[in-house]
């Protein structure tokens, strides 16, 4: 597996089946970063500013579904579903995704390829995040690479999915 420096989600639990939703939805809770430069001769280095409020809603145009246990155990978080903007992740490009979980959920946690991170929680069972992707290795562009989702309740019960994204 080719290794990438790109922060992903993962959702895996038995087969999954990804399907299509044109539908979109609210937007997403923080924004992508712009970096300003620095005044030139002032010596100072380049500051991001804090992150702005999008004006523009997030258009969630991939909806990736898992089967879920036929009878969850008690106390079993579960994710539901969950929505990219697209099911082709472009280097340097945004990705926004939300994870719609059990409300008992607490925390989200991404992987893939080795990097990791959280998604924040906006509502009970409803997880979004908006980031830039870094440059990705043009070796690497033109696959697919798995984004490992994992839901977490208070008692340490977890649900993982895994969605596949393919690379530009």
Known sequence: MIVLTVLFLG??????QPQQ????LPPAASAVPAVSPAPSGSGAPAQAPPPAASTEPVVYTYRFVPHL???PVAG?????????????LHSGGVIAMKVVT???VVKVATRSAGRGGTVPQVAPGD???TSKLPVIPIIAR??????????SNADGHTFKVTVPVKLR
Not at 21 to 24: D, E, K, V, W
Not at 78 to 83: C, D, E, H, S
């Open 69 to 71: 246990p036929a009878t």
């Open 76 to 88: 079993q978080p579960l994710i539901f579903a969950v929505y990219l903007n697209s099911d082709t």
């Open 127 to 129: 997880f979004e995040a």
């Open 21 to 24: 939703s044109s539908q979109p």
């Open 102 to 104: 059990t409300p008992d």
């Open 142 to 151: 033109g696959g697919t690479v798995d984004l490992d989702f994992t839901a």
């Open 11 to 16: 959702l895996a639990a038995g087969q999954a």
